[in-house]
């Protein structure tokens, strides 16, 4: 029968172990006190503060793009715990097989409340590093736990309640942990039940992928379990056993050690491939119900059908070293309350990073609102951003609408192609950043709203502003620091780029390489799309390949194969017809201004043809006109 803890019992307890140096066996579960004696013999002092070092925001984006799976797998569990963690002002955590905080979701004011006990993303909550804690105690016990109070080795982490249960992959290895964490005060009795019936479900789907050359053996004791996640499962190449989960293992008397080594025919007699549920004897002589899959057909189509592909839109584009540096700064001008705008060509990842930016900011337990200006009609675009009141227009909804502005309140509110704004919305929005409250369409009171502000666009916003059609105000509201996303072709590493993409689409998972001319072409093209396009082209190669064998340049399409390196262009060239004055600079502004026409207005490809950063052409044509340059917005050049 396990120990009911109260707070008292664990007090006694600390005071017999720590003060006494006696045993409290009984007045503490079992797992407690075996992982304060492991913190005691590894020299962890309990009258100390731990000594952590949160690794930086671009190591920790690295370790989340390598966990990029476990984190899209666990996504759907993790958005379903959050609604349960709001409710006990706790949050959901996901960690790395180490401990390694990955994601934090639930409650922005506990979420900022654990921050300063080291309970946040780049953190490795080992039992090591931080004592006995539900995420490295889970690690090392193998099994769900929950640490509440006290029961922490460390004073300071009393605060915390935590459930958590540590997640294996089919090969028995700890692929994470998740955990719902909230305050003491807060118990949440039903935590460490849901929790687990979490990674029950994200277990069971870690059977989805990679597997589709074997056959499957799903059973349970109750015919009714089978084809659900409570189902055991167990996973043979030809006859041997490659992989199952634990509950399969245990109903045959067996562990993960009899991976690779045992036999279907030496575990059971007489199973033969079904469709139907058939009775399966036991070793032990239990009735057992199940069915036997046979591996799927051999061939791209049933290896891999493009209903498994991770969706296009759902792969991130991978951000380079500058990038990320620029992330870390946006993340701490946007804790300050200072405006981002993202500027980068469609395709290259402004919705992603404002995202990011929101995960690595002290409201990324807050919502995040992501408005596209462009898809809004010019008609309705007021009344979605700032609400109306009942009867403020035909059509209005009788209880009227908060509007997306007062959604993002405490959050982060993330205006995407902001140039595509009309001008009158643009006031509207410009009255709200001033006055920091809205007032909805029909009249109602002003409404006061807290959230930090994200833009992005791909168009040019000053040379807008010149022409009239985005206001200078707006503008250097909005634009207090500028971030420039590069685009795919102006990645100095294309190739490392285009490899961890394909990675992450799966194609390591069936064994296709992408051989050195496929990957040197795929890097010399253009990629007007971006990310966009490229993880498309990539989807399509990955369902068309053969397992096992490198990519061929054949399977590429015409336009990429044909499409040869692009021929170096000089930095600058003379003016056909020099200006009247003939100086030097004006020489240069006509170049910069000839290649900007022949570029078609894009002033990216204008700045690669030139051989010139882009800031530096916005600067010499936007604001020849005698702007003063303390004018100019901030900028951080990632390209």
Known sequence: MATVATADTVQAARRRFFVEGGSPEGLVAAPILRSWQRCSSQGLDVGERPRVEPMSLTALREEQERYEILRRITRPEMTALRQEARLTDSVVILTDGDGLVLEMMGDTEFAGRASRVALRPGVAWSETAIGTNAIGTALVERRAIGVHGAEHFFEPHRILTCAAAPIFNPRGQLAGVLDMSGHASVRHVHALGLVRLAVEQIEHRLFERGYENCAILRFHEEADLVGT?????????????????????????????????????????AVEPSADLRPIRGPDGQMLHGRLTPPAERGPRALRPAARLPAADTIEPVFDSATLAALDRAIRLVDADVPVLVHGETGAGKEVFARRVHAGSARRAAPFIAVNCAALPESLIESELFGYEEGAFTGARRQGQPGLVRQADRGILFLDEIGDMPLAAQGRLLRVLQERQVRPLGGGAPVPVDFALLCATHRPLAALVEGGSFRQDLY???????VELPALRDLADRRGAIT?????????????????????????HDWPGNFRQLAGLLRAMIALAEPGQPLPVSALPEEIRARPLPAPRAALEPAAEPLRDGSLSALTLEAMARAVEESGGNVSRAARKLGIDRSTLYRRLIWRGGGPESRQPARSRVS
């Open 500 to 524: 961890r993409l394909w990675s992450a689409l799966g194609g390591d998972a069936i064994g296709v390489e992408l051989g050195g001319e496929t990957l040197d072409l795929l890097a010399a």
């Open 476 to 482: 250097f509201r909005i634009a207090q620091y500028v």
């Open 229 to 269: 996640a409570r189902e055991a499962i167990l996973v043979f190449d030809g006859d041997r056993l490659v992989a199952g989960n634990k509950r399969g293992l245990t109903l045959l008397k067996l562990d993960w050690s009899a991976l690779d080594k045992a036999r279907l025919g030496e575990i059971l007699e």
